[in-house]
């Protein structure tokens, strides 16, 4: 039954049923948009709620990642779309993987039986936040119209049309021994990891870049590139200087183990400050995942490399989330217009789940003139939220839910656990014990619960 409260949901993918049917669940209206098939965007086949665009994959479903906990917790709290994947979920080893076709179905056929969700199937154009409780969740392909509006809510220059990602390294994969700590002209103190080569090895370095494929692009991905954000294989191409001028320039660098300048630089910056990851500074690249794990572990240090995230380029629409979003996934100026999915900066089919998720739990209370309490900082969801409101605003990009946003163990467990398994499963047992205590203190215990007694797949 109906509390009287009302909120409006812009987008049919992924966020924005997830965030509807959340919010029918704890009563609330719901009106619920979707331009398709009015409007088409260039990447969907379908009118469909829940195309999935690219993959069919959900992510790992084994026990002890970072992909697992968060929809462990998402079950918890009665994810419709998880719900869904489950339902309808083919072999694919340790990870979640559908029907596509099925599972889009079942996603209409839960939003159908859902009495307090109404069908609108129309462009919204406009975003006055005077008009009631309203989650944007329009997905990366964004129609111009309400991009625009976006921009007029949050300011225009804190709305991005595409993702530039450097890839990132797992430091203890880093072979300390061929590198050196230090600042260009020593200035502030020694935080980056220098990886120096010299004339051959740049040489090996540019030639396997140059042969190296690139990643496979639709026509609606194609992207006008920006000189100040180039791709390392687009300098390659315009000579075989312009990266040793470019984000490989050596100098300030001086190699203080053979007191000699290196012909040219590779940059390594700390990723968090735990500094168990870091980041290929300049490195963004539109290059295929193999390409790519060949040519970098050219790189002198590197050679044995874990990548943790491989670079990137391509078109997503997506708001600067630490600069204008709390972590009720509100807008600060206009706490009525909420946010889920890629375009509120996360990345990935299950993390635009889990925020549409959260996004119809806060907006459903605040439609009922409350305010719900955020997931806490030590869980997945929590986590997931905390980067994408408290990223470093000069480089913020969207992310996947991974261990280095997750709460780190004390200082002290790291030392006595060395066991990076291990390590990794207290994270997600600390992660799980903090979100049945919100979830409690959210007045929801049945539901997690009913979700628990249903069978959670590990």
Known sequence: MGSGARIRVIGGGLAGPEAALTAARLGVAVDLYEMRPVRQTPAH?????????????????????????????????????????????????????????????????????????????????????????????????????????????????????????????????????????????????????????????????????????????KEWEKLPYFES????????????????????????????????????????????????SYNLVGFQNHLKYADQGR????????????????GQIHRNTYIHSPSVLTENLNLRAYPNVFFAGQISGVEGYTESIATGLLAGIYAAAAAKGQMAEPAPRGTALGSLVHYITHAEAKTFQPANITFDLLLPLDEAVRKQVRDKKVRHQMQCDLALEQFDGWWQRLGAPAESERAMAEGVPA
């Open 45 to 217: 086949q379908t009118a469909e709620f829940g195309e999935l665009v690219c993959s069919n994959s959900l992510k790992s479903e084994s026990p002890g990642t970072a992909p697992w906990v968060l929809k462990q917790e998402m079950r918890r709290a009665g994810s419709a779309l998880l719900r869904s994947a489950d339902a309808t979920a083919v072999p694919a080893g340790h990870a979640l993987a559908v029907d596509r076709v099925e599972f889009s179905r079942h996603i209409a056929e839960a939003i159908a039986a859902e009495p307090l969700i109404t069908v609108h199937r129309e462009e919204v154009t406009t975003l006055d936040p005077e008009d009631g409780i309203t989650v944007v969740a329009s997905g990366p392909l964004c129609s111009d119209a309400l991009s625009g509006e976006v921009a007029r809510l949050t300011g225009k220059d804190h709305l991005a049309f595409y993702d530039s990602i450097s890839p990132i390294v797992d430091a203890e994969t880093i072979d300390m021994d061929r590198v050196y700590m230090k600042a260009r002209w020593d200035k502030g103190s020694a935080d980056y990891i220098n990886c120096p080569m010299n004339r051959e090895e740049y040489d090996r370095f540019l030639d396997a870049l140059l042969a190296a494929e690139p990643a496979e692009t």
């Open 229 to 276: 954000c180039l791709p390392i294989e687009e300098l390659a191409r315009r000579g075989r200087d312009t990266l040793r001028f470019g984000p490989m320039k050596p100098v300030g660098l001086r190699d203080p183990r053979t007191d000699t300048n290196p012909w040219a630089v590779v940059q390594l910056r700390k990723e968090n400050v735990r500094a168990d």
């Open 295 to 310: 040519v970098l572990r050219l790189i002198p240090g590197l050679e044995n490399a874990k990548f943790l995230r491989w």
